[in-house]
């Protein structure tokens, strides 16, 4: 009787507990969003002054708006001039032109069209040799760094090798291509094996 207690009490929290915590996550970047934009609207307008109850995700809903507008009016004439301009005068400021370049590069890179992401999951021999880890390759790596490095006008790759269980940090590496070992398994199939450091395996 216990092990068939315990046994459908960890059935009950495997089922439960990714739909709570997505759920939660949900609800918190809902409200986060609604703090940032509902402010914005004005009071008579606001649907708990309209209604007897509050209705969340007004504020994603403006921001979503807030956000198309400002696209179509930088993907016209005027906007792009106004953008130019912004642009030059923080290209001005010396620390603002640094952050303002990378942020940009980052956010046209994670949101561009063509849906540029992470290409192909990866093994290499890290942090010694005999040892391995999974790694996720980014692109041919180009320009000065590879001039730099390579030898012979050898391939390399660049490479992001997350850490666990967090793999929104981990190193960038530089590795020649015969290093570089392709792996079968899709990227999110390697994503969810270093975020369950080892427990999750495809198949």
């Excluded at 990378?102 to 040799?129: C, H, M, W």
Aim: net charge positive; with cysteine; hydrophobic share 45%.
């Amino acid at each position: 009787m216990i092990k068939k207690i315990r046994s459908y009490f960890l059935t009950g929290l495997v089922v439960s507990a990714p739909v709570a915590i997505t759920l939660a996550v949900g609800w918190w970047f809902i409200n986060k969003i609604d703090a940032i934009f509902t402010p914005l609207l004005p009071n008579k307008f606001l649907p708990e002054n309209l209604l007897p109850f509050s209705i969340p995700g007004v504020g994603l809903v403006i921001g979503f708006i807030l956000l198309t507008f400002f696209g179509f009016l930088a993907a016209n004439f005027l906007g792009t001039g106004f953008l130019r301009f912004g642009e030059s005068l923080l290209n001005k400021t010396p620390v603002l032109r640094s952050i303002y370049k990378g942020l940009k590069q980052i956010f046209e890179t994670v949101f561009s069209e063509d849906g540029r992401n992470f290409s192909k999951a990866a093994v290499i021999e890290y942090p010694r040799k005999g040892v391995h880890s999974v790694c996720f390759v980014s692109t041919d790596t180009k320009g000065e760094l590879l001039k730099k490095i390579s030898k012979d006008n050898e391939v390399y790759l660049s490479v992001f090798l997350p850490t666990t269980p967090n793999p929104t940090s981990g190193f960038l590496l530089f590795l020649p291509e015969k290093d570089v070992k392709i792996l079968d398994m899709s990227v999110e199939d390697a994503a969810k094996l270093i975020i369950s450091a080892g427990l999750v395996n495809p198949d």
